[in-house]
């Protein structure tokens, strides 16, 4: 996913006509980027977003009528390039299991790499003011995963909605507690998300890969 701006400062053209919505989109991705850096919605300015593309910031306001309007947009968009994403980690296997798991890492790598926007995305006093409505769509797709599992016998049969919670409680505390407390002695990621599926969801632990030839070798005495 890629959350750079078309351009980066200096001035810039006038769209043609008829481009309005290519201003808009362009306008969304510097937003999306200034919020990664800032990791705050209430440090950002229409003004900043306006320089960021060099447009005049009156320009902005023909698009979004405010600063909530727009992160709101940026958090829409960004959202939706992220599902597209887990549906292509997940497309990598037919098993249930193997799906459930790629989500989930695929959750957590996307944090470490931007930090800032998950804390807009989950941490922001606009979660208090604006119903994000969009979210949802994660959570519908993470309960019919683990369904699956239930439904092919990999996951003892239970309330999938009421498990699915579980499971996003832990995942989302512990990439929470990474952004906000990184210097705490951290586990690899990896180890921690295989042990929430095991103990939460009751799936099999995944086999361990297999070692290279030169990893089973003995040492030279």
Known sequence: MD??????????????RGQGERLREDIVSAAIRLLD???????????????EIGIAATSVYIHFADRDALVLAALERFHRELVQAIDQAEAGSADPVAKLRARILLLGTWVQRHPGLYKVLHESTLNQRTAMSF???????????VQ????????PADDA????????AAVHGTVSMRVNQPDLPWPPLEEQIERFLTKLVGVA???????????TQSPPT
């Not at 850096?37 to 003004?47: F, G, N």
């Not at 994660?138 to 019919?144: G, Q, V, W």
């Open 205 to 215: 632990p995944a086999s361990p890969s297999p070692r290279r030839p030169e990893e």
């Open 148 to 155: 699956r599992c239930m439904d092919a016998g990999l996951a």
């Open 161 to 168: 909605a009421t498990v699915s919670l579980d499971l996003r």
């Open 37 to 51: 850096e800032l990791a705050d919605d209430q440090a950002l300015s229409l003004r900043a977003v306006a320089r």
């Open 135 to 145: 979210k949802q769509e994660l959570t519908e797709r993470t309960t019919a995963a």
């Open 3 to 16: 959350v750079t701006s078309p351009a980066r400062g200096g001035a810039r053209g006038r769209n043609p």
